[in-house]
């Protein structure tokens, strides 16, 4: 089984790519961070520095790997359009969508895949959280281009899962104090009461991958959270 995990060098990208590993894929991994790729190139089969939000380098990419099964999606800017609407501007909005739905509607476009496309979105998609209209806007989008591609692309299969929150270097934009009031605050609101690790979210990527009969799906990795 190969497969390619953009974003696959940190957070669920990397807990992804460690757990198909070792399920015994032929995993490689892309990123724009030349240490994290170099931290991670012995751990998997690949890891290349493409920007995802590069034509050029995403075509090329994809035209050198040549045919593989499966796709996954995992990247993004960061909290880039997090905050009130009303002091973002719109080139920060027009970030967040660069940075992750039109950087997925690329790759998508330009692999070879043969078996399935899985999308990371975000719980934000269907929450009503102040300050993430941009990042409930951008997730939103991921989330509804899902059915019909995979009625377009079939048989590939096109799923997507929306995790909560995740204990990831997505909230290095927090200090750490600030961060672990967050997750305390959410940690009381949640069923399973605990945030989420990207190990969480990289079994529910394993599940799609594996599950060829599950497609046009949103699987929700949130610990109850758009249901508390």
């Given at each position: 089984m190969r497969v390619v995990i953009m974003g696959g060098t940190s957070?669920?990208?990397?807990?992804?790519?460690?757990?198909?590993?070792a399920a015994g894929a032929e995993v490689i991994v892309t990123g724009r961070n030349p240490e994290r790729l170099a931290a991670v190139k012995d751990r998997v089969a690949g890891a290349e520095e493409v920007d995802g939000a590069s034509e050029g380098a995403v075509?090329?990419?994809?035209?050198?790997?040549?045919?593989?099964?499966?796709?996954?999606?995992?990247?993004?800017?960061?909290?880039?359009?997090?905050g009130p609407l009303a002091s973002l501007s719109l080139g920060d909005i027009r970030a967040a969508f660069d940075g992750k739905l039109?950087?997925?509607?690329?790759?998508?476009?330009?692999?070879?895949?043969?078996?399935?496309v899985t999308m990371v979105s975000a719980a934000s998609?269907?929450?009503?959280?102040?300050?993430?209209?941009?990042?409930?806007?951008?997730?939103g989008a991921v989330e509804r281009v899902v059915p019909?591609?995979?009625?377009?692309?079939?048989?590939?299969?096109?799923?997507?899962?929306?995790p909560g929150v995740i204990d990831t270097p997505w909230w290095s934009f927090l200090p750490e104090d600030q961060k672990e009031a967050q997750f305390g605050a959410v940690t009381e609101g949640l069923p399973v009461k605990r945030v989420g690790t990207p190990q969480d979210v990289a079994g529910a990527i394993h599940y799609l991958i594996e599950s060829t009969y599950v497609t046009g799906t949103i699987l929700s990795?949130?610990?109850?959270?758009?249901?508390a």
């Open positions: 957070g669920i990208g990397l807990a992804a790519a460690e757990r198909l590993t075509a090329e990419f994809f035209e050198r790997v040549g045919p593989l099964d499966h796709l996954v999606l995992a990247f993004s800017p960061g909290a880039v359009g997090m039109f950087g997925y509607l690329l790759a998508v476009q330009k692999a070879q895949v043969t078996g399935s998609a269907r929450a009503a959280l102040p300050g993430t209209a941009a990042l409930a806007a951008v997730n019909p591609l995979a009625a377009e692309l079939s048989p590939v299969r096109v799923n997507a899962v929306a990795v949130d610990g109850g959270f758009t249901v």
